[in-house]
């Protein structure tokens, strides 16, 4: 995708006249606050954390997100296993930053349609906005409540993995990488379970052997989550996650 460029000249001025009086700053000096930190470009569909308050492009932080879960700026760990949670829309500052960068909006919808009509795909059509006369008026509540997130997690998944691949041995190809890193389970699943959801998100062969390990132990099946938790204690816990370390390698032959 082509990389917007703002018109040459531009500026930012405190009001709308064209009064001499009024002092014109050039666009350059907001660029920390309408940029987004990881792509460098405007920002498009500004999404901010919740947790420390900086703001990025929604689909920038997303894929942050499958590799990290700290924000890129503070690194301050957004959420143990899902920082999803913990991102909202930003539609005030996204207004601001169309006002700002002129043409933009229009540039970025240009993009977008030709992104779906080069794959076949149906233009989505934008959000109609309802006339002035059909907004009815909202009753004001006594609180004024923080949005909550539309993501619950049931209590019943109350262990926090890390997982780190180490490697696999000589011999073994053709695995797909381990995109979900960070995950929320049952502390009653065992080694086994967690054996199993490799093979399947690795697409792991039947030969492929997983061997996990917390700290300096090889674990066994039988061992469950839970139960490993509370033997390491803290010297396996990393920001509140259990780390586990597991390696693909050959069975041993009889």
Known sequence: ???????????????????????????????????????????????????????????CIVKHFFCSNRCPTCSIVV????????????????????????????????????????????????????PPAAVEPVKRQKKDNAPQSVFTIPPELDVSLFLV????????????PLERRYIQVSGNATIRHLEMYIRKKMELSSTCQ??????????????????????VGEDAMQDGLLVLHFGLVLPTPP
């Open 1 to 59: 995708m082509a990389a917007f460029q703002p018109p040459v000249g531009s500026s930012m001025n405190a009001s709308d006249s064209d009064s001499e009086d009024e002092p014109k700053l050039p666009l350059s000096q907001f660029y920390p606050y309408i940029r987004c930190a990881l792509c460098c470009g405007f920002l498009i569909d500004a999404t901010t954390i919740t947790e420390c308050l900086h703001t990025f492009c929604k689909s």
């Open 79 to 130: 959420h143990q296993t899902q920082p999803l949670y913990n991102i909202r829309p930003d539609r005030q500052l996204q207004d601001i930053v169309y006002k700002m960068v002129p043409l933009l909006e229009d540039f970025e919808r240009e993009q977008m349609c030709q992104f779906y009509k080069e794959r076949g795909l149906q233009v989505p059509k934008p959000a109609a906005a309802f």
């Open 165 to 176: 691949f180490v490697g696999a041995e000589e011999g073994i190809s053709n695995y797909k």
């Open 210 to 231: 997983v061997d996990v390990v917390c700290g300096d132990h090889l674990l066994d099946h039988y061992q469950s989550l839970r139960d490993i938790q509370s033997s």
